[in-house]
């Protein structure tokens, strides 16, 4: 996979200056240039398409579609016909429209991913690895450039029912920005971070750990007593017993606790990396999403209910 973790991103994350949040009405500049590059390596740069009948005839199909729906004989700022690959790339690098942007984009994948699947194409071997590569970078980069779509069985898809809003992880990252909350912060952190990578295991992982991690700090903040080795069914129970949960929140902490100790690959249960059995295990998009978006409303709901006590 070419997506690279550089010296800058991980100052980002050490920081918390990486966004936090996704946006759906902007595909910034450097996006739209790391989608060329992979453009450019799936589906062919131009001194490719000069040399390949197929790769050019990919980018004149795409220029064509598009052309078409947009009622233009030429796509802006082109002034003359016959250089596909730079009516796109220059279209697209210009375009104002998000909606126009997407199309490109999902025209563009469609050909990866369906059209350079043979030998032939660019006369390459490992072409179903290349396709799939790219794909794999494009979602990658949507997701570290904080933008919300995702190329999915054909389609560029909006995945707003499926990601965590502003309501409930900027509050979580604010309320656990602090010294006695450090450990949770930093674990929550690590959960969103290893979700924007696709790294579904960890990220659940991670957000099992922030969850105990919040409700130990709360003890220690409170001087309730606790055992080290206490995972979450003891410590909610210290917390109902504290009178921080109110007795009609019991179901509904129980039910977390499930849903994470049940879908992560913990030292505890069967889902561990290293003995999956014969059938490996994997966590999908939306659940990870789904339940990264409920760690970070309970983180809310526990640190705020600790500020409400006397």
């Avoid at 729906?69 to 690959?85: A, I, K, M, N, T």
């Avoid at 933008?147 to 979580?172: C, F, N, T, W």
């Avoid at 206490?230 to 509904?252: R, S």
């Avoid at 295990?281 to 978006?293: C, E, K, S």
Wanted: charged content about 25%; aromatic content about 10%.
């Amino acid at each position: 996979m070419a997506v690279y973790d550089l010296y800058s991103k991980r100052q980002q994350r050490l920081s918390g200056t990486e966004p936090d949040v996704y946006r759906y009405d902007d595909i910034p500049r450097k996006l739209r240039v790391q989608i060329i590059l992979i453009m450019d390596k799936a589906l062919g740069s131009k001194d490719h398409v000069e040399r390949n009948v197929r790769a050019e005839q990919a980018y004149r199909q795409i220029v064509a579609t598009m052309r078409q729906e947009l009622g233009v004989f030429l796509l802006p700022p082109s002034q003359r016909g016959g250089d596909h690959y730079t009516e796109l790339r220059d279209f697209f690098l210009g375009a104002a429209n998000v909606e126009t942007c997407l199309d490109v984009i999902e025209l563009v994948f469609r050909a990866i991913d369906h059209v350079t699947r043979t030998a032939d194409y660019m006369n390459k071997f490992g072409y179903n690895e290349r396709a799939n590569e790219a794909i794999a970078d494009l979602n990658i980069r949507f997701k570290e450039n904080a933008v919300g779509y995702q190329y999915v069985d054909g389609e560029i898809v909006r995945v707003d029912s499926e990601l965590i809003h502003a309501e409930a992880v900027k509050p979580a990252l604010r309320l656990l920005n602090t010294k006695e909350y450090a450990g949770p912060h930093q674990e929550f952190l690590s959960a969103y971070e290893h979700y924007r990578e696709g790294k579904n295991k960890e990220a659940l992982n991670d957000c099992l750990k922030a969850f105990e991690s919040t409700m130990k700090a709360i003890c220690d903040k409170r001087g309730w007593a606790y055992k080290p080795g206490d995972t979450a069914k003891a410590l909610i129970d210290i917390l109902y017993a504290e009178g921080l949960v109110p007795p009609f929140w019991q179901n509904q902490f129980a039910s977390l606790r499930g849903l994470l100790e049940s879908s992560i690959p913990t030292g505890r249960n069967k889902q561990s990396g290293h003995e999956q059995g014969a059938t490996p295990t994997t966590v999908p998009d939306h659940m990870a999403a789904y339940m990264l978006h409920m760690t970070a409303s309970t983180l809310v709901f526990l640190t705020m209910a600790e500020q409400s006590l006397p």
